[in-house]
């Protein structure tokens, strides 16, 4: 069975590595690529990950409200990504990429630890976030 843990440290790996081809070749197909990825990751943290955090960490509602702040910030640079244009990505790629660093450090370090802590089941979380990704995905389809 799948780990949630290990998911999520997954997709964090992968978006650091996209932001690495990035830095090396930077390609304005890529930066949508990035931005799709962020936007799903975050999609299913939201339905997933938080709501267990919130009902099942001691400090969870704190950890949440941080983690889901930090979410609409680098949202709306993913908005202004979106609409800028190609000699404006590098800079916004780069705030995406030291926002996402912060807040990742921050899940690993800290939320996963303490979800660990206090029990919530590795694998039900992977489910909840598959099943999250996989509801996420067929909404930017219908709209694509």
Request: charged share 30%; hydrophobic share 40%; net charge negative.
């Amino acid at each position: 069975m799948a780990d949630g843990y290990e998911f999520l440290t997954r997709e964090h790996r992968q978006v650091e590595a996209m932001f690495e081809q990035y830095g090396q070749e930077p390609d304005d197909a890529l930066a949508h690529r990035i931005a799709d990825a962020l936007t799903l990751h975050a999609e299913a943290e939201e339905a997933a990950l938080y709501p267990q955090l919130r009902r099942l960490v001691d400090g969870g509602d704190d950890l949440a409200d941080v983690a889901e702040n930090e979410h609409a910030a680098i949202k709306a640079l993913i908005a202004r990504l979106y609409e800028a244009p190609p000699p404006d990505l590098a800079p916004l790629v780069a705030e995406i990429e030291r926002d996402v660093t912060a807040h990742v450090r921050s899940e690993e370090d800290q939320i996963f630890p303490a979800m660990r802590d206090s029990g919530v089941d590795a694998d039900t979380l992977a489910r909840a976030l598959e099943r999250a990704e996989g509801e996420a995905s067929l909404r930017g389809s219908d709209t694509g």
